[in-house]
Each structure stands twice: as C-alpha cells, then as structure tokens.
T-cell receptor, first 115, second 114 residues
Framework: DSGVTQTPKHLITATGQRVTLRCSPR?????VYWYQQSLDQGLQFLIQ???????AKGNILERFSAQQFPDLHSELNLSSLELGDSALYFC??????????????FGEGSRLTVL | AQSVTQLDSQVPVFEEAPVELRCNYS??????LFWYVQYPNQGLQLLLK??????LVKGINGFEAEFNKSQTSFHLRKPSVHISDTAEYFC????????????FGQGTTLQVKP
C-alpha cells in the first residue's frame, strides 16, 4: 500500500460526458502528479501540483483540467470525453516539489472506459 | 527533449535464470534515470534510481542497474528471478530540478516461467 488513494477505481461513461477523478496523496506529501497510461501512448505525465499551485504541465489536453485543494487532495476533470480518453489514470505524490529524487508513490489508478 | 526506448516488449525467462531488461535513453542534458515496476492491478513502485555517483545502483528485490553514459543505457539486471518477479517494468528519465516529471519507456513485460 503506497498510501495514495484514488477514487473511483473503475468508471464507465459515454462519449461527450464529464468525469472527475480524485486523489488523496500520502500523508505529508505536498506534490501531486497525474499520469495517463494508455495502450497507444503508454505512460504520460499530465500535470503536477505543489501545495495547491500548478508546477508543471505535460501532454494534458485542453479538455482536461486539474486542481489541488487546501487539504492537498487533487481532482482531475475530464470533459467532452472521447473514445481515445479510455485509459488508466494514475496519481502519484512526493514530499518535495522537485519529486524527491524520483521517489514517487503511485496510487492504484482509476480505470476510465469511454463507450 | 528526452526520450526512453525499452528494447524488448516481452522477456520470457525461466525461474532462477538471470535476466536483463534493456533501456536506452536520449537527452541533450544531464538526466536522472529510474526503473519502476508495476504488478498486475497495482500502481507503479520505484525499483531503483541513478542520480549521481556510482554507476552501478542496487535496488529492491535483488535488482540492479548500470548507468552507461557513453552508450546512453541503463539496463536492469537480476541474477536469479522468481515467479513473483512477473510484472511490467518501466524505465524512466527525468531532468534535474523536477524528478517527478518522468518520461517513461513503453514498458517490458517480464514473464517468469516455472
């Protein structure tokens, strides 16, 4: 158990819909990262927050947005969903802004299926 | 920009045999290198990392990797594998300054057979 909690574990929805994925980082970790794992693109970094502020952006679509709340949990919002958005979305956390030397703690992921 | 190539998508091996999972990277700047493991239906777990210093790094579960700057490689090795090592292994690279922004390879599935 990494200490990172993601909900929901599985989500099935239709094209055009909007979903929210939630992540609670490990106790004490201030940085939250979102990654997408798909068959086509592999594992891709989406976005990072540190103590409530956006710190780095990767290949995140404009239809996607994220935020980190004062209690440090984070949400990833996916809208106008397309079939290609079907993927496993991971949240990871680390204690420091810069990733603590690569020691990221990953949650078990939220599997999104868009039909 | 950085990129990572894992040279084998699947590696079948018998239990107690040695294994090497190959990883090459490309970068115009200094990078840090990592190996992560993903067991079925679980998140990723850090196996080992190279930040600086000795080019031979040891990780958890008996794995080790060697950083070779001239060959831009970071191959993962284990002298004797167990059935429980069956998993997906990911090589990743990050620039200094933000080692949380990882660029992953496509992954190698290690299949350990009895």
């Amino acid at each position: 158990d990494s200490g990172v909690t993601q909900t929901p574990k599985h989500l099935i929805t239709a094209t055009g819909q909007r979903v929210t994925l939630r992540c609670s980082p490990r106790s004490g970790d201030l940085s939250v990262y979102w990654y997408q794992q798909s068959l086509d693109q592999g594992l891709q970094f989406l976005i990072q927050y540190y103590n409530g502020e956006e710190r780095a952006k990767g290949n995140i679509l404009e239809r996607f947005s994220a935020q980190q709340f004062p209690d440090l949990h984070s949400e990833l919002n996916l809208s106008s969903l397309e079939l290609g958005d079907s993927a496993l979305y991971f949240c990871a956390s680390s204690v420091r802004e810069g990733g603590a030397g690569g020691e990221l703690f990953f949650g078990e992921g939220s599997r999104l299926t868009v039909l | 920009a950085q990129s990572v190539t894992q040279l084998d998508s699947q590696v079948p091996v018998f239990e107690e045999a040695p294994v090497e999972l190959r990883c090459n990277y490309s970068s115009s700047v200094s990078v840090y290198l990592f190996w992560y493991v993903q067991y079925p239906n679980q998140g990723l777990q850090l196996l080992l990392k190279y930040l600086s210093g000795s080019t031979l790094v040891k990780g958890i579960n008996g794995f080790e990797a060697e950083f070779n700057k001239s060959q831009t490689s970071f191959h993962l090795r284990k002298p004797s594998v167990h059935i429980s090592d069956t998993a997906e292994y990911f090589c990743a690279v990050a620039r200094s300054g933000n080692t949380g922004k990882l660029i992953f390879g496509q992954g190698t599935t290690l299949q350990v057979k009895p």
